[in-house]
């Protein structure tokens, strides 16, 4: 297994759960995505190897935090404030592809991320 996802679960709105994704694959960088029951995946969070840049898309901002420990080999995503609208199918994947880019939603954009976990479920209630 190259990234493992876990930390899924029901939750009710308003509430928080801590995502993990332990990485053994080599990576520029770690992204995680959603994919809610008829719609595309969507790119949710992303942070460099370092942890010196982290990206949001506009809907989690405030909410969400990435985090990574290089020790352990595990990058996190803390979500708060959850909404009904957050249901989905969480992935984390290593970005394999380079990029020059300075826009931070390229870094968001699933083309740059070739290898992928397997998924965990976020399910909120209203």
């Known amino acids: 297994v190259q990234l493992q996802a876990s930390g899924g679960g029901l939750v009710q709105a308003g509430g928080s759960l801590r995502l993990s994704c332990e990485v053994y694959?080599?990576?520029?960088?770690i992204g995680w995505f959603r994919q809610a029951p008829g719609k595309e995946r969507e790119g949710v969070s992303y942070?460099?190897?370092?942890?010196?840049?982290?990206y949001y898309t506009d809907s989690v901002k405030g909410r969400f935090t990435i985090s990574r420990d290089n020790a352990k080999n595990t990058v996190y995503l803390q979500m708060n404030s959850l909404e009904p609208e957050d249901t989905a199918v969480y992935y984390c994947?290593?970005?394999?592809?380079?990029?020059?880019?300075?826009?931070?939603?390229?870094?968001?954009?699933?083309?740059?991320?070739?290898?992928w976990g397997q998924g965990t479920l976020v399910t909120v209630s209203s």
């Open positions: 994947a290593a970005r394999t592809r380079k990029t020059s880019s300075y826009d931070a939603d390229d870094y968001l954009d699933p083309f740059l991320f070739g290898s």
């Open positions: 694959t080599f990576s520029l960088g």
């Open positions: 942070i460099s190897n370092s942890g010196g840049a982290a």
